[in-house]
Every structure is written in C-alpha cells, then in structure tokens.
C-alpha cells in the first residue's frame, strides 16, 4: 500500500484525498498539510492521517507526496522531494516560472531518475484519448489546425486576467503537445470585447498557437459564461474533421472526475511496477510554463512572441 502525503488540503487537495480514500485502490493518506492548519486539522481528521505543521514534514513522513497547494509554492516542495528521492505528483502548474520549473528539471536529472509527474489530468481523460487515437491513426490526414474553447462559468474572485493563460489555458498548451507531439514555438493573445461578467477583467481571451510542424490551434478562454463548464475540441485535417466529445458540466471536477480517477490510478499502478511515474513529466511542466510566461508577455505587448525551449535532457526523451 502506497502511503501518500498531501501538501495543500484546498478544493483539489481535498478532491484527490477523497478519490486516493474512496475510489482508487493501492494508497492511503497518511500524512496532510496546510498553511491553513485548521483546515488541515479538519480534513486530516476526517481520514485519520496526520497533520504536520510543514510540507517538508509531510514529505519525511510519506513514500510519495501530492502538491496541491498554491503554484508559487510548488517548486519548494517538489525539490523538497526530489531531494529526498520521493516520487511526488504536482498538480499544474510545476511552477510559476520557466526558470523555476528548468530548477526542477535540472534536480531530477542529477538524481539519475524520473520522480514528478504533472497534474495535465487531460492525457487521461476518455474523450481527448479517442481524438488523440483517431487524429493519430490518420481518420482525416495529416492535422492542419485545431479550434479549442475552455469555458469555465465562474472563477473566484481572486482570479486575474493573465490566469486565463497561466491557469487555465496551460491545460491546452499541455494537451496540444501531447496531442500532435510536436512544441509550441510561438504564442499570440488577442484581447476582444469584454464580458460584463467578469468586473474588469479582460475576458474572454482568443489564444493563437503556433506548432513547430505549422499546425495552428486557436484557443478561447471564456472565464464568466454562466451557462456552465465548456470544454471543446475540433482537429481540421485534410479530408474532414474530428470534434471533442463529453458534456457541458458544471465545473472542472464534473467535467474531468474520471480523468482525474484514472490520472491518480496510473500514477498509483506505475509507482508499484517500477518506482518511477510515466504520465506528464517535468519536461512537460516546464515547455507548458514556457508557454505560458511568453503568452503572459504577449497579452501585455499585443505581439506574437516565440517561445524558445532549452535543450531536451535524454531523461526526458522516451
Ligand atoms: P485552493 O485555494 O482551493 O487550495 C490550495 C490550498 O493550498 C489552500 O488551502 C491553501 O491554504 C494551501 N496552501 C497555499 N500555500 C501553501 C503552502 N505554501 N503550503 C501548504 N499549503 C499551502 O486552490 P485549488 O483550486 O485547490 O488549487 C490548488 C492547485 O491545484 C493550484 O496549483 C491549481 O492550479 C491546481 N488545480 C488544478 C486543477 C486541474 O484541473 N488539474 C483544478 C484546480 C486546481
Ligand atoms: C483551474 O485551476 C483548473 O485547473 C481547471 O481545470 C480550469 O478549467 C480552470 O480554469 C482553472 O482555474
């Protein structure tokens, strides 16, 4: 039985504790933590692991860590655990900061071995499997462009207009990545009118990629759409198309619940096999982050801007 730690006891901290307790088999929770300790108190007690007062405590105290706590303390803990030669699966993002995230990709290469995973519970989610299948298995030809929406129909009051790319669109920069195999080289943020539901922020987004391969994906950010959780797809190859299934939700833990049971089973199941996690990797958590700072540039300069990539290390080449 795999013995988890949770740094972070929020709205998915908790999801994921209650999945690791009541769904999925091979783990339990022994050990939480958060800067908010009464909330930790509560959540810990709730399935009988013990609350630490600090994330390194947690990480002493388990075989295998989930961070999910805010991401400007992510790089903290993930070192924290590769430094004690821990697997530890970090909700998205791996960290704030390209620079921050090429730390961590520089720390588990000098360990020798794979031990973070990224949260990009979309690699696991049915619907982008079978368009991955299909797009891959050449149904309409070689791919040419891709239309995307993430519709969310509210965000707390804390969310700003650049987490819109940092926060919510990351999930597409990961997934097209995934999808065509191919980096993003270049990023532009085009600001329309704005929704009147969003009290000031600049909202919706329309995100336009640029693959290295010259595919072309669009991305729309619509934070405050009321009518509910959107999530939408739709490859454009040579001789026809292929559309995203699954249903308008009501937020992100409705739409990706299974995702999310599979994404944590696999990390589970390949931890017993080998010790090492196979889904989304360091690497992945870095390109994406890149990504993300050079589209936060462009939303403030109108332009496009290229998104440059350090060399791929060979840990991160299978
Ligand atoms: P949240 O605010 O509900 O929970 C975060 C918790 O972390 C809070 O309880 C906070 O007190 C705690 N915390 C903050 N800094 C801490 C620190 N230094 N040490 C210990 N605890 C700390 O937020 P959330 O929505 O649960 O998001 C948490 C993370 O999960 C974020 O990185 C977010 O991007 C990610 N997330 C991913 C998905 C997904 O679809 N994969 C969905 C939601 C959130
Ligand atoms: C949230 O943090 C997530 O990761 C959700 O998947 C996303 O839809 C939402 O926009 C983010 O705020």
Known sequence: MLRVGVIGTGMIGQDHIRRLTSVLSGARVVAVTDVDTTLAAGVGAAVGAAVHPTGEDVIAACDAVLVCS????????????????????CEKPLATTASACRR???????????????????RFDDAYRKLRNEAGGGAIGAPLLMHCAHRNRDVPAYY???????????????????????????????VPRSNRNGAGLQDPLLIILELANGIIVDVETSVNIRYGYDIRGEIVGENGTLTLGGPVAVDWRDRFQAAYDTELQEWIDALGVSGHPTGPSAWDGYAATAVCEAGVQSLRTGSRVEVALAERPSLFLS
């Open 70 to 89: 805010w991401g400007p303390s992510h790089e903290q803990y993930v070192l924290a655990a590769i430094d004690a030669g821990k697997p530890v699966f």
């Open 104 to 122: 961590i990709v520089d720390a588990e290469v000098a360990c020798g071995r794979r031990l973070v995973q990224v949260g990009f519970m979309r």
């Open 160 to 190: 700003r207009t650049e987490m819109a790319i940092v926060d919510t669109a990351v999930h597409e920069f990961d997934m097209v990545r995934w999808m065509f195999g191919e980096d993003i080289v270049a990023i532009r943020v085009l």
